[in-house]
């Protein structure tokens, strides 16, 4: 009886310890908006992270839940963990059959095999066995041998997917390919969500989901709002820099975000080079697209980070509306042409 009481005491106390932690996580978050308070801020956990949608105007709370409810719905059928979804009912028939999926996740699934050609490779959803060979995301920390690498791009690579496009269906060319959406699911899914809430009605609101940040009009006095970007050399929820002006989507990647360090003091990061097979390393430590679509800016934050600066900035280049910050392992920080007036750096 006393361990249970003993243990019930810890179980509320880790329990008020996360509810603390995720009230320090959301000021954070608020406060990259702008000087006013939203009418209503709520969190749910989402694809591993914090999704947090901050009103800025009277809303029915029902409206926001109904939103989560659907956010959660997309990221079952984008992970590759939930059996039920798309993506890993096309993973589970491997080499075997067609699945039949939604028609939203068959066009997402174009758009990105489209950036996969646009970038020469350097985005591709179909990396599964390279991510699993060096088990960032799962905790194992394999630092994998060139036999191994070898092995595992022999099972990756978009030309392995097909499409029925008519019968709105995958089929992945055989067994041992692995389609991974971690790149493209929390800029897709925010996307969708501010649709989702455009067509309730609301006017004033930010979609922060895990750093990846989305805008619904302007703050309650006009203003536009304003988006801070990560340090990569700082706390979770630290900003080194803070965007305004037109633009409503912001989203980094970086290779402070999943990691563990090698004996050898190489950083071991979540961001592969698929023609390596390896984390890709090229002087880049954080890359933040900003455009109108949260999509695109995901697909492009990865597939930039890989590109590296001069490779990633030529190719921005041939797009409109798409601007992008760039720091360095050296902490040397780009800004492109279009961004320059809207972008300030916090002094520390
Ligand atoms: P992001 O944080 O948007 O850059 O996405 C990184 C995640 O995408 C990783 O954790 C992997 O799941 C997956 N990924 C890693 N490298 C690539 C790549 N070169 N192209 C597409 N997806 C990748
Ligand atoms: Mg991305």
Known sequence: MQNRTRRLKKTSFIFILILILMMLFQTACASSAGKKEPELTKSVLSMDTLAQISVYEKVDEKVVDEAFAYMLQLEEN?????????????????????????????????????????????????????????????????????????????????????????????????????????????????????????????????????????LIGTNKGKQPFRIGIQDPFGQRGEYFAVVSGSKTALVSSGSYERYFLGPDGVRYHHIMNPAEGRPAQNGLCQVSIVCDDATLADILSTAVFVMGEEKGLAYLQTMDGVEAVFVSEEKQVTVTEGLKKDFKMIAK
């Open 78 to 214: 984008l992970s590759r963990y939930a059996p039920n979804g798309d993506i890993a009912r096309i993973n589970s028939a491997a080499g075997v059959a067609y699945v039949k999926v939604d028609e939203e996740t068959l066009e997402l699934i174009e758009k990105c095999i489209d950036y996969s050609e646009q970038t020469e490779g350097a985005f591709d959803i179909s990396l599964g066995a390279l991510i699993d060979l060096w088990g960032i995301a799962t905790g194992e920390n394999h630092i994998a041998s060139q036999e191994e690498i070898n092995e595992a791009l022999r099972h990756t690579g978009y030309k392995n997917i097909f499409i029925d496009k008519e019968n709105s269906a995958v089929m992945l060319a055989k067994q041992g390919v692995i389609l991974d959406l971690g790149a493209v699911g929390k800029g897709y899914i925010s996307e969708k969500v501010r649709e989702f809430l455009v067509e309730k009605g609301v006017k004033s609101a930010i979609i922060n989901f895990g750093g990846n940040v989305v």
